[in-house]
């Protein structure tokens, strides 16, 4: 509406604009005073400052609101949910370890991970989200400086809270104008704090992997065990309908164990902490009639 009025105020200030430069005051044919015939020139003097200005509110201002019109409509759809209340996570993807005996892709053996939480969204950029995830994680020993002939195998199960902070406003528009748009990308962030409930199994480097393998080697410590972990990373949040929006998302887990691997400091002489990250795709599920019954307005 705010552009639309803007638009209206500025076609009729380019009407009354053109009427003064195309259709000046006709004088008539008579004698003039001095004093008249500064006037007259004064005014004929003008008529290139009005038609500089002309110019520029054509050249500028109104393809400039047009331009913003277009690119809201292009990068935005039009919805009546507000941004509140609860959305339904469910994802999966890949995960990667790093630990004392893998330090890098090529020692890594792809896990797969599976995921489901909530989130409730507090405001357009602001939420809280609880995920359980499921990582199974995997490597191959490849320090030639200390072969010891592992490989391992860890079942992960990951309790964790976390803030999401989004880096642009769900709606499309700017502070001076908020439509009932919402954008079709928005990038956001992400850091929480859990717990990982974990459960590792060496084996021989040279099995192909531990079903296949004969031989597994003694626990370094008793299992399960448990260990705290900051989840930290981000993603990109694409929006499909009121009900549905697929976000894939990068995350990095910071452990407080040095035995995801099943190696413990005192074995391979480091002090460095077990990490995992996680590729994955997330779906999320807005309940449509249960935020219009309960969320609250904007």
Not at 106 to 118: M, T
Not at 184 to 199: C, K, N
């Amino acid at each position: 509406m705010r552009i639309r009025r803007k638009e209206e105020k500025l076609n009729f200030a380019i009407a009354l604009l053109l009427r003064t430069i195309l259709f000046p005051t006709k004088y008539k044919r008579h004698k003039v005073s001095c004093s008249d015939s500064l006037k007259l020139s004064d005014n004929m003097n003008r008529k290139p400052y009005f038609i500089l200005i002309l110019f520029s509110f054509l050249l500028f201002t109104p393809w400039e609101a047009l331009a913003q019109q277009y690119r809201y409509k292009r990068n935005s759809k039009s919805s009546m949910v507000r941004e509140r209340g609860w959305v339904v996570l469910l994802g999966a993807g890949v995960a990667a370890v790093r630990s004392d005996i893998c330090g890098s892709w090529g020692c890594n053996e792809l896990g797969p991970n599976v995921s489901v939480g909530g989130l409730y969204k507090i405001s357009p950029y602001f939420g809280l989200s609880g995920t359980i995830d499921y990582v199974k994680l995997g490597a191959v020993e490849k320090n030639p400086e200390a072969p010891l002939n592992l490989a391992f195998e860890s079942q992960v199960l990951e309790f964790s809270a976390s803030a999401v902070v989004n880096l642009l406003d769900s709606y499309a528009g700017s502070s001076n104008y908020r439509s009932s748009r919402k954008r079709l990308i928005v990038p956001y962030i992400r850091i929480g704090l859990g717990a990982v409930y974990y459960t590792p199994t060496s084996y021989p480097a040279n099995s192909e992997s531990l079903d296949d393998s004969q031989t597994t080697y003694d626990p370094a410590r008793k299992y399960p065990a448990i260990a705290a972990v900051v989840p930290v990373g981000g993603g990109l949040r694409f929006y499909i309908n009121d009900e549905f929006s697929i976000a894939p998302e990068l995350t990095y887990h910071v452990t407080t164990t040095d035995y995801l691997d099943n190696v413990g400091p005192m074995l391979m002489n480091g002090s460095r902490r077990d990490e995992f990250g996680v590729a994955s795709i997330k779906l999320q599920y807005t309940p449509v009639l249960k935020n219009k019954l309960f969320s609250k307005k904007n």
